[in-house]
């Protein structure tokens, strides 16, 4: 009779690499990850955090399972630095506005050069200022956790579905059905210019339970009808000006339609 092997402990699951980097932003997304205070060790138990540059120095040059990347292209190293994390990622995920749409940073492509030409730093290569945009205009991007900042449950919902091998699934709602069911009135209906009805949902409506309007932050929803949006604000007495301008703030990169919309209007 032969022996038994002594099995031991089991085998734990290999855990996910996870990188979190930041390219050109506030690192206000990435603080939204560390102030998952209740929940940050949970986080920490379901993948391997290999980089976040409040924890762990950041090395790009090593390959990850996923890489969660805050902040826009803005300059020559911002780019080389996607590009770089690309190549070393299974999946790349956008984390917050800047990432997902360029936001309030990529405004300065609806505005003069002279506004702000002043600004510009030109004496080292690796900073040169390029047209600001979100990072799916120069690398693909696997999954979007839009927001500005992002709802800090969304992403340890998120990092929860990964480490569970189960595909991560934000929402096609707008940000409407959110108020709905928060019993919020329409904002609309009072007159006032909230982006609401085609802004893609999944921050609960924060800014509306707190008395804001919807600037459009998590960017548009895939089914949003820009042409009514337009109209019911006009309606209320929005000139269009005021319009453009409001709908270019946290997302114009992805309304490229707008232009056409107003015929060219200054």
């Not at 734990?12 to 940050?40: H, M, W």
Request: glycine residues 10%; positive net charge; contains cysteine.
């Amino acid at each position: 009779m032969s022996r038994a092997k002594n099995p031991g402990k089991p085998r734990q699951p290999k855990k996910l690499r996870v990188g979190i980097y930041g390219i050109t932003g506030c690192a206000g997304c990435q603080l939204s990850i560390i102030f998952n205070e209740d929940d940050i060790l949970d986080l920490l138990d379901l993948v391997d955090l290999q980089a976040f540059p409040f924890i762990k120095e950041v090395n790009a040059d090593q390959h990850f399972d996923w890489v969660i990347v805050e902040g826009l292209v803005a300059s020559e190293q911002d780019l080389a630095t996607v590009k770089k994390l690309r190549r070393n990622a299974k999946y790349l995920v956008s984390l917050g506005a800047c990432a997902a749409t360029g936001c309030v940073p990529a405004y300065r492509q609806f505005t003069l050069k002279e506004n702000y030409e002043h600004l510009l730093y030109r004496k080292q290569k690796r900073l040169k200022d390029v047209e600001p945009t979100p990072i799916d205009a120069h690398v693909k991007v696997d999954y979007y956790i839009p927001g500005c900042p992002p709802d800090k449950k969304e992403i340890l919902g998120f990092f929860t579905a990964i480490a569970r091998g189960i595909e991560p699934r934000g929402t096609d709602n707008p940000v409407c059905v959110e108020c709905r069911k928060n019993g919020n009135a329409c904002l609309l209906d009072q007159g006032k210019p909230c982006l609401g009805p085609i802004t893609a949902g999944g921050c609960h409506a924060v800014c509306i339970n707190g008395g804001l309007e919807c600037w459009g932050c998590r960017g548009p929803t895939k089914d949003m009808n820009l042409n009514l949006m337009i109209d019911i604000l006009r309606k209320k007495g929005f000139d269009d000006r005021f319009i453009r301008d409001r709908m270019r703030t946290f997302a114009g990169l992805k309304l490229p339609t707008l232009n056409r919309i107003f015929h060219g209007k200054g």
